[in-house]
């Protein structure tokens, strides 16, 4: 029955990217700071967003990021570049 379970699982799990990617070491030599996001990297990434996907931790729906991208990718990029 788990193998059956297993087996199903693995047919319909489907690994995305992350946005910024996977953390290289914990020395602290690569910092936020370091990285740079533009405007058009930032709304392209919203624009990416699947809209059957559920909310994620902050509860905001991917659909309100997806079409609010262009307005939201401004305010996003001054954050980022904040830290």
Partial sequence: MANLLNDYFVSV????SSIL?????SDN???????VFSEELVCNKLKSLKASKAP???GIHPVILHEC???LSVPL??????F
Avoid at 13 to 16: A, I, N
């Fill in 21 to 25: 990617g996977t953390c290289r070491g």
């Fill in 69 to 71: 991208s262009e307005i």
């Fill in 77 to 82: 990029v001054l954050f980022f570049r904040s």
């Fill in 56 to 58: 994620g931790p902050d």
């Fill in 29 to 35: 030599s690569s910092l936020v700071s370091d990285v």
């Fill in 13 to 16: 799990f489907t690994k995305e």
